[in-house]
């Protein structure tokens, strides 16, 4: 399915509508930076929503959100060929007003709409399961590779960026006049998250090195972009 030249009506943001963002690169940018996607789908139970690692392959018309689970997993099974809602956040810090009614937060977030399908082909599969793993840390190349058992478990679907919308704020409070020469404080409390120095696992035996990879994530930015330019 091709992206439209606009929002489709699923994505077109009517609440806060100044802070939506259209735009292919800006909508990338973010799923790009997150860590965590919430994956909502109905189910025969009713619905529900999980946080999930995620990945996304290709670029503009072609782009899609890969997500992967238990085959054995009722959400993953019911989001196979149906409709599904995956939503990435990022907070950025958190916006402190003169008032309680205007506290907000700074944020980023990016709203995808779609139908995910499943990725069965073997060597497509693995490459999925790859984009996933690396968008968090690169150490695919670094590990003991998937067994063929370890494949066959997991269920990989795809989501198409089609449709997606994204909504940022950033910023101070937005405060009332009326507030403005008053006694109370406003002002903005920055959000940073940064990975720290690995820890090796209690059960690690032997002394194997820790992977370059690893070693280069300690102190860089949780929400750094992480596809390569």
Known sequence: MARQDGPSPRTTLRRGASRAVY??????????????????VITDDGPI????????????????????GAVANAMM???????????????????????????SMNYRSV???????????????LTALQIINDHVAPTWDTARPP???????????????????????????VDEDIDMDGPH?????PLTSTWGDAQPAGDLRGAPSIPA???ALAGRDAHQQTRPE
């Open 23 to 40: 735009e292919t690169d800006a909508v990338r940018s973010i799923l790009d930076a997150g860590v965590i996607a919430h994956v909502g």
């Open 49 to 68: 929503v999980l946080p999930m690692a995620y990945g996304v392959r290709g670029d503009g018309e072609d782009a899609e959100v890969l997500i992967h």
């Open 77 to 103: 099974r019911a989001g196979r060929e149906l409709d599904v809602c995956v939503t990435v956040t990022i907070v950025d810090g958190l916006v402190l007003a003169r008032t309680p009614f205007h506290n």
């Open 111 to 125: 709203v995808v709409r779609g139908t995910a399908h499943a990725i069965d082909a073997p060597d497509d599969k």
């Open 147 to 173: 067994s063929t058992t370890d494949v066959k478990k997991t269920l990989v679907l795809a989501v198409p960026l089609a449709e997606a919308s994204a909504k940022v704020r950033a910023g101070d409070p």
């Open 185 to 189: 404080w406003a002002g903005v409390v």
């Open 213 to 215: 990879v690893v070693t």
